[in-house]
C-alpha cells in the first residue's frame, strides 16, 4: 500500500514555470521508479518523465529540454520542475511509483492528480 500525494499545480501563462512535487508514504521500501505521467480531455494518459531510485532518467520527447524530474530518495519524494511551459502542457498530472514486491512482482500506485493549465 502506497498513498502518493501531489502538489504544485495551477495556472501559468505561456512561457512560465511551474514545480511539481509527489511525496510517497506507507509501503515506500523497494520504490524502484517515479515519474510523472499526464492525461490531457480526450487524450490518453501519456508519460512525461521517470527517474529511478539511482536517479536514472527518462523524458518525452515533447517535454525534453524543458522539464526536469529529480528525486529525493530520502524524502520518498519527486518532483518535477517545468519550465517554458505551453498550452499543450495542459494537463492533469499524475505521480506514479512502481513498487517491486519480494516476490519480485511490480505494481503501479497512482496519486489523485494534480491539474496544470497554461493559459494567456
Known amino acids: 500500500q502506497v498513498q502518493l500525494v501531489e502538489s504544485g499545480g495551477g495556472l501559468v501563462q505561456p512561457g512560465g514555470s511551474l514545480r511539481l512535487s509527489c511525496a510517497a508514504s506507507?509501503?515506500?521500501?523497494?520504490?524502484?521508479?517515479m515519474g510523472w505521467y499526464r492525461q490531457a480531455p480526450g487524450k490518453q494518459r501519456e508519460l512525461v518523465a521517470t527517474i529511478t531510485s539511482g536517479f536514472s532518467t527518462n523524458y518525452a520527447d515533447s517535454v525534453k529540454g524543458r522539464f526536469t524530474i529529480s528525486r529525493d530518495n530520502a524524502k520518498n519524494t519527486v518532483y518535477l520542475q517545468m519550465n517554458s511551459l505551453k498550452p499543450e502542457d495542459t494537463a492533469v498530472y499524475y505521480c506514479?511509483?512502481?513498487?517491486?514486491?519480494?516476490?519480485?512482482?511490480?505494481?503501479?500506485?497512482w496519486g489523485q492528480g494534480t491539474q496544470v493549465t497554461v493559459s494567456s
Open positions: 506507507g509501503s515506500i521500501f523497494r520504490i524502484y521508479t
Open positions: 506514479n511509483a512502481r513498487r517491486r514486491n519480494t516476490a519480485g512482482v511490480e505494481y503501479d500506485y
